[in-house]
C-alpha cells in the first residue's frame, strides 16, 4: 500500500451486465468528492461490456465518489461507489438491488480493494474482483448477477464455481443497520454472513491498534504514507492529525486469526518539514509493540518497525528524548491503545 510519486489517478470499472435482457440499467445520478467522468458519462449498462472511466481533475487529488443506475420501471438499481486517493488505498464496492439504497453511506464504508488474482468479493446482486492495481491507474471487473428465479445463466462452469467460493464484502455488515440493499436471498445471505462476523471479531482472533493523538503543535499533519504488513485500518484512513486536537488512528486486522502489523507517518502542512511517524503491531502469537516520534522522522521507517519495543517493557509515561512525544499504555491484549501526545515545540529536520 506504499503510494508513488504520482499526482493523478484514473479508475476503471468493466461492467458486465447479466441481469437479463430487459433489464437494461440508465443512468439516475452521481457524486463526487473529488474528480470525475474520464470523458462522456455512460448513459446506458445494456447486456453487452460496458466500461465506465473515472479521473482526478486537479494535481494531487485522487478520484472518489458514486455512481447509480436503474432500470426503466425503476425496479432495480446499480450502485458503484469507489475511492482511489493519492496517498492511501483504494476502496471499492458495489450493490444491485431492487430498491435503491443509501449511496452516500454505501461510499462513507467502501473497504479496500483486493490485490489482482485474490478472488472474487460479492455484495447484493453483483461481484467484482480487481484486474490491475498499479499507483495512477486501477481497474476492477464488476459484474450484475442475475436473479435466481430469472433464469439467465452464468457464463461459464468456471465462473460459478469462483462465485461460490466469493467473500462478502466487509461493508455488507452494515447493510441491516442502515437499510442498504432489499430483500432477496442474497440480502439475507449477507446479514447471516455479518452476523457470523460479528461474532468472530469479539473473539480473541480478532486484533485491534488505537493511538489516541493529543496534538498540542500549532501544526496540522496530513497522511503523507502507510505501509501494512498484516491488517488495515479500522474504517476509512485518517487524512489529518489537526493542530490543537484530539485524533484517533485505529488499525485492525484483515483476517480471522491475522494480527495488524504497520507504520504511517504524517508531515506538517505549512512547511513539509516536520512529520509524525508510528510503527505499531498486535499479533496473535506474541506481544505488541509500538515506537513514535514527531519532528525530524527516523532514518529508516521500515527498520524501525522491525526494532519496535515490546510494550511489556512500557511502564508508566514513556518521554524519549528528542522524539516531540510522550505516551501511555492504556490498555493491552486483543486492542492495543496508545495515548500519545505530540508536543507544543517541535524541531524541523534538517533538509
Not at 191 to 213: C, N
Request: aromatic share 10%; proline share 5%; hydrophobic share 40%.
Amino acid at each position: 500500500r506504499r503510494r508513488g510519486p504520482m499526482f493523478s489517478r484514473k479508475f476503471t470499472i468493466n461492467v458486465e451486465n447479466l441481469a437479463g435482457r430487459n433489464s437494461a440499467f440508465l443512468f439516475g445520478g452521481e457524486w463526487f468528492e473529488g474528480g470525475g467522468w474520464a470523458s462522456e458519462r455512460v448513459e446506458r449498462i445494456g447486456d453487452q461490456h460496458v466500461t465506465l472511466e473515472f479521473e482526478s481533475k486537479v494535481l494531487f487529488q485522487g478520484v472518489s465518489g458514486y455512481v447509480y443506475y436503474h432500470t426503466a420501471d425503476h425496479s432495480h438499481a446499480l450502485v458503484l461507489a469507489f475511492s482511489v486517493p493519492i496517498t492511501t488505498a483504494c476502496c471499492f464496492s458495489a450493490r444491485a438491488t431492487s430498491m435503491l439504497p443509501d449511496c452516500q453511506a454505501l461510499w462513507e464504508r467502501v473497504p479496500d480493494l483486493a490485490r489482482p488474482g485474490a478472488g472474487l468479493r460479492r455484495a447484493e446482486g453483483c461481484a467484482w474482483e480487481t484486474l490491475d492495481l498499479k499507483d495512477e491507474h486501477v481497474t476492477v471487473r464488476c459484474v450484475v448477477l442475475p436473479a435466481r428465479e430469472s433464469g439467465v445463466p452464468l457464463p461459464s462452469e468456471e465462473f460459478a464455481n469462483r462465485l461460490g467460493k466469493a467473500k462478502w464484502c466487509r461493508s455488507t455488515l452494515f447493510d441491516a443497520q442502515i437499510g442498504l440493499g432489499g430483500n432477496s436471498m442474497a440480502s439475507s445471505a449477507a446479514s447471516s454472513a455479518a452476523a457470523s462476523d460479528t461474532g468472530a471479531r469479539g473473539s480473541i482472533v480478532e486484533r485491534q491498534f488505537v493511538i489516541e493523538i493529543d496534538n498540542r503543535s500549532e501544526e496540522n499533519f496530513v497522511l503523507d504514507g502507510e505501509w501494512f504488513e498484516a491488517g488495515r485500518w479500522q474504517n476509512k484512513p485518517v487524512q489529518c492529525v489537526a493542530k490543537t486536537s484530539v485524533t484517533r488512528l485505529e488499525f485492525t486486522s484483515e483476517e480471522v486469526l491475522g494480527g495488524v502489523h504497520g507504520l504511517v507517518w504524517f508531515v506538517n502542512e505549512s512547511s513539509l518539514d516536520l512529520y509524525f511517524s508510528a510503527v505499531f503491531s498486535n499479533p496473535l502469537t506474541s506481544s505488541a509493540a509500538f515506537n513514535a516520534w514527531a519532528g525530524p522522522p527516523p532514518p529508516e521507517l521500515f527498520q524501525e518497525m522491525a526494532a519496535a519495543p515490546s510494550l511489556s517493557s512500557y511502564e508508566g509515561v514513556q518521554v524519549p528524548v528528542g522524539r516531540g512525544v510522550a505516551w501511555n499504555v492504556i490498555e493491552r491484549g486483543a486492542v492495543v491503545h496508545i495515548r500519545l501526545v505530540v508536543l507544543q515545540d517541535l524541531a524541523p529536520m534538517d533538509l
